[in-house]
């Protein structure tokens, strides 16, 4: 069985029923923005201190430790990122992860323990 009926008849169909007129634009709604930078440091702040965990002699004086530290970082939000997908992919994909993962590296790796 078949869900096309392969005797219908196209040709003498019409779209007079249709209203041929312009369409109405639609109201402009305001889309209330969104930070995620906050949640996205919260979430490179663990990132961060795991990474951190891992490598414990690592010092924010030394610019190479801060660098893979925010590689790191950046690395695990962006696979977050691929996993998550939509507005907050997008967000992590498009400089919010980097940004995040600069912001807390250096303040982690400054923290004496």
Same mark, same amino acid.
């Given at each position: ?10 040709? *003498?169909?019409?779209?007079? $029923?249709?209203?041929?007129? *312009? ?23 663990? /990132?961060?201190?795991?990474? *951190? ?17 925010? /590689?790191?970082?950046?690395?695990? /939000?962006?696979?977050?990122? *691929? ?5 907050? $992919?997008?967000?992590?994909?498009? $400089? $919010? ?17």
């Amino acid at each position: 069985m078949s869900f096309f009926n392969l005797n219908t008849n196209f040709e *003498k169909r019409s779209l007079s $029923g249709f209203n041929s007129g *312009k369409a109405e634009p639609l109201p402009y709604e305001a889309v209330p923005s969104f930070d995620f930078s906050a949640h996205l440091e919260t979430l490179a702040l663990f /990132l961060a201190q795991a990474w *951190k965990d891992d490598h414990p002699h690592a010092v924010a004086d030394f610019e190479e430790d801060v660098n893979q530290c925010i /590689l790191a970082v950046t690395t695990e /939000l962006a696979i977050a990122a *691929k996993a998550v997908g939509g507005p907050v $992919g997008l967000e992590i994909l498009t $400089g $919010g992860g980097s940004a995040a993962a600069r912001a807390v590296c250096k303040r982690v790796l400054s923290c004496s323990d």
